[in-house]
């Protein structure tokens, strides 16, 4: 809006903000704009060296983009100093000396003293102007109009607008205009009526333009905390699975340098037993020889000459045995040096290593409770092995073998698998009459929760927990897997297993991927498959009963048992591919008899097996009656 000092001196308004010029910059057109006005012109031009002149539409080149490095327009600069500085005066007075003025007439245009304000208001043809106080111009209260006139007729108001030559003209200029050049003129009300209402029809365009940025900046608020959240999910992932990774290499690390611990107290032992041997003959050599040495101090009396005899037999004899043989201690260091480190191992490497040869040992030998009444065994998330019982509660043990705890007295466990939260999920047999069963979830302080699954019959057997903790449970009877989710409710997949070659009566998933191991009760053969597309692949050895597991790297151990009662251990990939034998014919203490069928024999020799890696590395194998723990 326009203030008086405005009014004044239009001449030296800005064509952008209508007020004085503020750092008036010219453009190589000569036109001349506020340094600020000019900035937001240059702001949304397209190019950003090159400025388009609001005025007459010519480019000015803008140099380096920096509108203060145009030229400065001084005088004009000058020009709206002074008029910021000096007093108004009235417009009326003839005098050397005017007064300041008190009003303004907005219809003439001037402004007047007390003495020329009265005078104006006696003027009948006066009588309608608008008269405003300066003061209420100077605060801003009263805004003034605008009144200009004809530039070629200067006592005339322009009060009409010629469209084509974009000017206000007077009425002379009007009917000149008009009758001459042909021009269309327009009442200069009527004209600003229509700036007015394009004005405010591109306000309301640009309203709506704004709420539509506005809601876009919105928008991309939005996606920037989306993909914020992402990447710091992200992040936190990586933190997530190098802590897993780490963890998985300190477990593993903490396995290797044990069994380096063991092998090292081993061939100290034996270096020892052999070097104490060796200290005791030496022991009794001298001593014997300072006794016989005794004997050439003073004649002998009968008796000491018999003492002196034996002695030198003695000597005689120590003298006459073999001389220490080096090659049992260049034994042990020959043992030791063919167990070699090596850094990786193809099926996982995160193992940090393997040892080549790697002399596999019995650890324990454990004597279990009760008579063929462990269903299950499986690996417990504290680094414990879980064994299930018919006659009523689940067993655990550390891997030295010692029973810790007894936990759920009162459930015949049947099958054991746990979710990645610790929770423990138990498929269990609760009226053997009805041959029916049912499927219970726990927390990992062993209370039972409050999901349920639907009632199963006896053709349910095998249970694992697969990736992303769904439960597979095997159905021999209908030759599928049920897949279960822990929030209960009816299973949310089948997996047909008609082209098996086996039935799932055991099974066992892998951490990585939805693969499963799976063998049915005749135990002949190992089958991997992919539980999406039913790919599979067998593993078997003639004459030999099959017991897989897959252990914690996702590699596959499997523990074949001959008729003869003996126990070989294999390592496999996750696609059964051989790694290297663990074990080889480990002697289990019983021979099944060579006219019964394979399978029937060692049920009843041995009963169920299973086969299960602990958390620290060791291997667990249970018969009926024991448990062999291997490291």
């Known amino acids: 809006m326009a203030t008086f000092h405005q009014i004044s001196s239009q001449n030296l308004e800005c064509p952008i903000c209508l007020t004085l010029f503020d750092q008036p910059k010219s453009l190589t057109c000569s036109h001349t704009f506020c340094k600020d006005c000019l900035e937001c012109v240059f702001q949304i031009q397209p190019d950003q060296h090159i400025v388009t002149c609001p005025v007459c539409r010519k480019q000015t080149l803008i140099p380096s983009?920096?509108?203060?490095?145009?030229?400065?327009?001084?005088?004009?600069s000058s020009l709206v100093d002074e008029?910021?500085?000096?007093?108004?005066?009235?417009?009326?007075?003839?005098?050397?000396?005017?007064?300041?003025p008190e009003s303004y007439c907005q219809d003439c245009g001037v402004n007047m003293c007390t003495s020329c304000k009265n005078d104006h208001s006696k003027w009948k043809i006066f009588s309608n102007h608008a008269v405003v106080?300066?003061?209420?111009?100077?605060?801003?209260?009263?805004?003034?109009?605008?009144?200009?006139?004809?530039?070629?007729?200067?006592?005339?108001?322009?009060?009409?607008?010629?469209?084509?030559?974009?000017?206000?003209?007077?009425?002379?200029?009007?009917?000149?205009?008009?009758?001459?050049?042909?021009?269309?003129?327009?009442?200069?009300?009527?004209?600003?009526?229509?700036?007015?209402?394009?004005?405010?029809?591109?306000?309301?365009?640009?309203?709506?333009?704004?709420?539509?940025?506005?809601?876009h900046i919105e928008s991309i608020d939005l996606q920037r905390k989306i993909t914020t959240d992402l990447m710091r999910k992200l992040s936190d992932d990586i933190d997530k699975t190098y802590d897993e990774c780490m963890q998985i290499l300190s477990e593993r690390k903490k396995t290797l340098k044990c069994q380096v611990e063991r092998w090292s107290e081993k061939f100290e032992k034996d270096l020892e037993v052999m070097a104490e041997e060796s200290r005791q003959t030496l022991t009794h050599i001298k001593t014997v020889e300072e006794l016989i040495a005794n004997g050439m101090k003073v004649p002998l009396e009968r008796d000491a000459i018999l003492a002196h005899d034996t002695l030198c037999e003695n000597l005689e004899s120590l003298l006459g045995r073999d001389d220490p043989d080096d090659q049992s201690p260049r034994d042990v260091t020959e043992q030791a040096q063919k167990i070699l480190f090596r850094k990786q191992v193809k099926v996982n490497?995160?193992?940090?290593?393997?040892?080549?040869?790697?002399?596999?040992?019995?650890?324990?030998?454990?004597?279990?409770?009760?008579?063929?009444?462990?269903?299950?065994?499986?690996?417990?998330?504290?680094?414990?092995?879980?064994?299930?019982?018919?006659?009523?509660?689940?067993?655990?043990?550390?891997?030295?073998?010692?029973?810790?705890?007894?936990?759920?007295?009162?459930?015949?466990?049947?099958?054991?698998?746990?979710?990645?939260?610790?929770?423990?999920?138990?498929?269990e047999r609760f009226e053997r009459e009805r041959r029916e069963k049912q499927m219970s979830l726990y927390t990992s302080q062993w209370e039972k929760i409050n999901v349920e699954f639907p009632t199963m019959d006896d053709s349910f057997h095998g249970l694992t927990v697969g990736s992303g903790d769904n439960i597979y449970l095997g159905c021999s009877r209908h030759e599928t897997i049920h897949v279960f989710t822990p929030q209960g409710g009816k299973?949310?997949?089948?997996?047909?297993?008609?082209?098996?070659?086996?039935?799932?009566?055991?099974?066992?998933?892998?951490?990585?991927?939805?693969?499963?191991?799976?063998?049915?009760?005749?135990?002949?053969?190992?089958?991997?498959?992919?539980?999406?597309?039913?790919?599979e692949n067998v593993l078997e050895k003639e004459g030999m009963l099959a017991f897989p597991a897959v252990c914690r790297d996702d590699s596959v151990i499997v523990a074949w048992v001959s008729r003869e009662g003996l126990l070989s251990i294999d390592r496999y990939t996750g696609e059964l591919e051989h790694v290297r034998n663990l074990i080889t014919d480990f002697d289990l203490g019983t021979q099944a008899p060579a006219s019964a069928p394979l399978y029937f024999s060692f049920s009843l020799f041995y009963g169920w097996c299973f086969l299960s890696e602990f958390q620290s590395g060791e291997i667990a194998f249970r018969i009926r009656d024991r448990l062999y723990i291997f490291s």
């Open 65 to 76: 983009g920096d509108v203060d490095k145009l030229p400065t327009n001084i005088p004009l």
């Open 83 to 100: 008029v910021k500085t000096k007093s108004p005066k009235c417009s009326v007075c003839e005098t050397e000396e005017k007064p300041p």
């Open 133 to 215: 106080a300066i003061k209420e111009v100077v605060s801003g209260k009263v805004t003034l109009t605008r009144r200009q006139k004809c530039k070629k007729h200067p006592n005339e108001y322009a009060e009409y607008f010629c469209p084509g030559c974009r000017e206000y003209v007077c009425f002379r200029c009007e009917m000149l205009e008009q009758s001459q050049k042909g021009h269309d003129m327009v009442e200069a009300s009527i004209h600003e009526e229509e700036v007015l209402d394009n004005i405010n029809d591109l306000k309301e365009k640009a309203k709506l333009k704004k709420a539509t940025v506005e809601k």
């Open 349 to 427: 490497e995160l193992c940090l290593g393997e040892f080549e040869d790697y002399p596999w040992d019995l650890k324990a030998n454990i004597k279990l409770p009760g008579k063929g009444c462990v269903e299950c065994m499986t690996t417990v998330p504290d680094g414990r092995m879980a064994m299930g019982t018919s006659q009523g509660g689940i067993l655990l043990y550390s891997s030295s073998g010692e029973l810790q705890e007894m936990v759920l007295k009162d459930v015949k466990c049947e099958s054991i698998g746990f979710l990645s939260d610790g929770r423990c999920v138990v498929f």
């Open 491 to 535: 299973a949310i997949r089948e997996i047909m297993c008609h082209t098996c070659t086996c039935l799932p009566y055991q099974l066992f998933s892998f951490r990585t991927n939805e693969n499963l191991i799976l063998t049915d009760k005749r135990r002949f053969n190992v089958v991997c498959l992919d539980s999406r597309r039913n790919k």
